[in-house]
């Protein structure tokens, strides 16, 4: 099952051209610059934007063709924008009651209590949303839309408005909407971290069009996309626990290119996990290093150089067929004779481990 868009709207300064295919299960994130039409798009597939021409259906359900159209109300979305809001003159569970006299009982879902439950709000429910905190207000807000058991949910940007302390307060609720609904979820943003963290599959936006799109991990790590580069670029890899050592309080987590040592996490064996190698964090050596403090280091082939500006290359190194990427000067590149297809061994000082 897919979700099918296509669209083209022109302005007088700006024209929107999309044509994209995605699942219609886990999430999917929109990336780019402001500017790009990111929430443009998301505004049509809800039918807040006016497009008389297009094409769109989510799994089974045809919203829209050259001869049909479903009005925004009768769409089965949940849209979360980026700020909350919220009805100022109705505590909390008086706005999750909102949307559910439009919702037939044998189309439910994603029950109202089960919605509180996600996102953790069933402190808050008599409290007024002046009350509240912005992250809290988010939540709220999106258990408001999950309430009304959408068939998507469309977040723009939801975490944009919140400081560094409220998004990391929100986003373990928002990677219970992805392990536990099967609702497929869109999700607006440009942050890469926000993306490492939650996504699945990643559409890639420049100017009104899809530059690319596919699976998160290879988008990551592909030199000719804009997330390979810069101070930021990384690569996600997925892996599984595999032992813990409560001798040095550590954790192993195995992945097709070898096994990942990192601080121990109380994460039960065999469960799938994510983590986020960034490219700076990556050195180069022609030889296995046994005198060092590294303990990821890993045998790999090069699969591509390209500077990245005067002074650095970024190399994209293939461990088994999994992708890292590794930010080098060229003065270490020229040292080490580097050149693709060379087998190196990639030391890996720092990982994240995102899931």
């Known amino acids: ?61 045809l919203w829209q063709d050259e001869q049909f159209l479903v009005p925004p109300h009768q769409r089965s979305i949940g849209y979360v924008f980026q700020e ?35 996102l953790g709000i069933r402190p808050l429910l008599q409290r007024k949303i002046h009350q509240l905190s912005g992250g809290e207000q988010q939540r709220v807000a999106i258990a408001r839309a999950l309430a009304t ?6 977040m723009d940007e939801p975490l944009s408005a919140l400081d560094l302390k409220r998004k990391h307060e929100i986003m373990p609720y928002l ?51 804009p997330l390979a580069h810069g101070d930021k670029a990384s690569a996600l890899i997925h892996a599984q626990v595999s032992g813990h050592d409560m ?5 192993y987590l195995d992945f097709p290119g070898g096994r990942f040592t990192v601080s121990y996490k109380p994460i039960e064996i065999n469960h799938p996990v994510r983590l986020r190698v960034i490219a700076r ?31 650095q290359l970024m190399i994209r190194l293939s461990l088994n067929s999994v992708f890292l990427l590794c930010r080098l000067t060229k003065k270490s590149a020229s040292l080490l004779d580097l050149s693709v297809g060379k087998a190196v061994y990639a030391q890996v000082k720092t990982v994240a481990l995102l899931l």
Not at 281 to 299: A, G, R
């Open 1 to 61: 099952m897919t979700i099918e868009v296509r669209y083209t709207i022109k302005r007088q300064d700006f024209i929107l051209d999309v044509d994209f295919k995605i699942p219609s299960q886990g999430i999917t994130a929109i990336f780019g610059q402001s500017g790009c039409g990111k929430t443009t798009l998301l505004r049509i597939i809800a039918g807040l934007e006016s497009c008389q021409t297009g094409f769109l259906k989510v799994g089974d359900m």
């Open 84 to 118: 909350a809001s919220l009805f100022a003159h109705l505590n909390v569970q008086k706005n999750l009651e909102y949307g559910l006299r439009r919702i037939n009982k044998k189309d439910y879902k994603v029950s109202l209590q089960q919605a509180i439950d996600l």
């Open 149 to 154: 058991s959408p068939k998507l949910l469309l």
């Open 175 to 225: 990677e219970s909407l992805h392990d536990e609904l099967s609702i497929p979820i869109i999700y607006v943003s440009h942050a890469p971290g926000e993306i490492a963290r939650l996504a699945d599959h990643l559409i890639l936006m420049d100017a009104g069009k899809i530059i690319d799109s596919g699976s998160v991990s290879e988008l990551f790590t592909r030199l000719d996309l």
């Open 247 to 251: 001798e040095f309080n550590l954790t």
């Open 281 to 311: 964090d990556v050195s180069l050596t022609l030889e296995h290093q046994s005198q060092t403090s590294i303990l990821n280091i890993f045998p790999a082939v090069i699969a591509e150089i390209l500077p990245e500006n005067d002074s």
